[in-house]
């Protein structure tokens, strides 16, 4: 049986951004673009050129992706034409391949969130995605409360979608944008949608998760016929978030009747990678992972129950529902650790370690992370601290050099112009073979420039002067700085993740954990430069 084409539609950038509390950088958006695309969904949503500057910037320097780039924006207003909107205008000129319009399809809100009539509404999603056709990109409809608009009015949703349809737009995307469509409604009007003339292959599906059904609502519009699914990466989205492509995807893949009857552009390797792009995600946005996540949550494959734990030895499929390293996830057992070994086997050769099944650093490795993990390190994402504490197992770590002491001030005052000014100074001995260097940064200009704070001397102070190695890091530097109060044991501790970056555009992950902020940063920066120093092949 040859299988049927479902579309994915990633709207993390765009609807995602819609959350409260989240701003994505422009590195941020071209980082998680990156990762969407290496995923494999078919279309990335990168937000609204015009309404927004980050969303501007994003598609002036949006990555080269495999992955349809897509601007959104709304349907053209009443009283211009389609080519003299200049939100409209704003929106084709990022110049995407494809461009999705949201427009009204339920009518009261065209007379009275709009103002306008009917036909004016009708009229106007024509010349919009005819506009957009016309120019030669894809055109899709977000069919903006479609489902309270087909329940009110069903001939007056269906003239919407009609008109777009006819004006050439590629996918109709039914929206329940309030959230609160329930599973079997959104099945029959599917269906109904299609029985009406419109072709399944052009329909799409986008919800929100008010009613917990956003999953379930995206699935029963496919098993109706409709052929895109819309979501977000962990369900990003306003309110209660929109559907879940974290849980949507590998329900695709791995459960019938969709793993039977549907391709996606996800293949079963990048699957595989799913954890680590829900981790990423919640990595740029400073979040603690959800543990019961679907799939992907670190409790997701934990077994407990000792009677559980004790089956699971026998055969997995006792209470697993699939086997987690399909998604990239690892079993929790507390008496057994042979799934996390192949586990780190894998994550030790995306660093490029290869290490034999039998090599005795395994548990060893295994045993010092999950003690660093109970006292509040997370080594999730910071991929260059894990590395380094393996390579420590191994025996492959060079000793580059050994911290005696380091010291910082910050101090706020008067200057003599009265004003308060906050100067940071920090002084680092450190001992590379015979050699002892002391190295030390003071915010010169503290009186007229801002104070970046004592971690920012610390790191300027070790990057003054490291000897022999002051080549190898010259091009480094940091740029970006988490912290998070976690639970190290019985105290809450503070964990730092800091992101550096090279002149070879590298950028890796570091954590550093400790009842004090700045030793906990000192500690993230140390691993920074040792890393930096292993990768360059510095020698001792
Ligand atoms: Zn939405």
Redesign the pocket.
Same mark, same amino acid.
């Given at each position: 049986m040859t299988k049927e084409r479902l579309y994915l539609f990633d709207?993390t950038l765009r %609807?995602g951004q819609?959350t409260q509390g989240v701003q994505f950088s422009t590195a941020e958006k071209q980082r998680i673009a990156m990762a969407l695309d290496t995923l494999g969904v078919d279309y990335i949503e990168g937000g609204w050129p015009g309404a927004n500057p980050t969303d501007s910037d994003f598609f002036d320097a949006a990555p080269k992706t495999r992955a349809t780039m897509t601007a959104f924006g709304m349907t053209k207003r009443q009283g211009r034409s389609a080519e003299n909107d200049d939100v409209l205008a704003a929106v084709m000129n990022a110049g995407t391949p494809a461009v999705c319009l949201v427009g009204k399809t339920h009518d009261f809100h065209v007379t009275t969130a709009l103002g306008i009539t009917l036909d004016e509404n009708v009229a106007n999603l024509a010349a919009s995605f005819r506009h957009i056709v016309t120019s030669g990109r894809e055109a899709l409809f %977000?069919a903006?409360h479609f489902f309270d608009g087909y329940k009110a009015n069903p001939d007056y949703a269906l003239s919407c979608l009609r008109a777009a349809h006819e004006a050439g737009a590629r996918w109709l995307v039914l929206?329940?944008?309030n959230?609160g469509t329930l599973p079997e409604d959104v099945g029959r009007i599917v269906r109904e949608v299609i029985a009406a003339g419109i072709p399944g292959d052009r329909l799409g599906i986008?919800?929100?998760d008010d009613t917990g059904n956003a999953v379930a609502n995206s699935l029963a519009a496919v098993l109706a016929g409709a052929r895109q699914i819309?979501g977000t990466l962990n369900g990003l989205?306003?309110r209660c978030g929109?559907a879940n492509l974290t849980t949507i995807i590998p329900t695709l893949l791995l459960k019938e009747p969709f793993r039977s009857k549907f391709d996606t552009g996800v293949s079963d390797e990048a699957l595989q990678s799913l954890r680590r792009t829900s981790r990423m995600l919640d990595d740029v946005l400073n979040r603690v992972p959800a543990k019961q996540a679907p799939y992907v949550g670190s409790s997701a494959f934990a077994h407990k129950a000792g009677l559980h734990a004790s089956a699971i030895l026998k055969d997995p499929t006792t209470y697993e529902h699939v086997d987690p390293a399909l998604v990239g996830n690892t079993r929790i057992i507390p008496m057994s650790n042979q799934a996390g070994q192949s586990n780190l086997r894998q994550r030790l050769a995306e660093a490029g370690l290869d290490v034999d099944r039998d090599n005795p650093a395994l548990p060893r490795i295994l045993d010092r992370i999950k003690d660093m993990e109970s006292r509040g390190s997370s080594y999730d994402t910071a991929q260059a601290s894990f590395e380094l504490l393996a390579r420590d197992e191994l025996g492959t770590l060079p000793h580059y050099f050994e911290v005696e002491r380091y010291r910082v001030i910050s101090e706020r005052r008067r200057n003599a112009r009265g004003q308060v000014v906050t100067v940071s100074e920090a002084v680092v001995s450190v001992w590379i073979g015979g050699e002892k260097i002391t190295s030390f940064f003071e915010n010169d200009h503290g009186e007229e420039a801002a104070d970046a704070g004592p971690v920012n001397a610390l790191a300027r102070a070790l990057a003054s002067d490291l000897g022999r190695y002051q080549d190898f890091i010259a091009d480094m530097k940091l740029v970006d700085f988490k912290v998070r109060i976690t639970n190290g044991g019985t105290e809450a501790v503070t964990r730092v993740i800091i992101d550096s970056e090279d002149g070879q555009g590298r950028r890796w992950a570091t954590v550093g954990v400790s009842s004090n902020i700045v030793d906990a940063s000192f500690d993230a920066l140390i691993d920074a430069i040792n890393w930096k120093l292993v990768r360059d092949g510095a020698t001792t």
């Open positions: 709207t %609807d819609q %977000d903006e929206c329940d944008t959230g986008h919800t929100h819309q989205g306003e929109n």
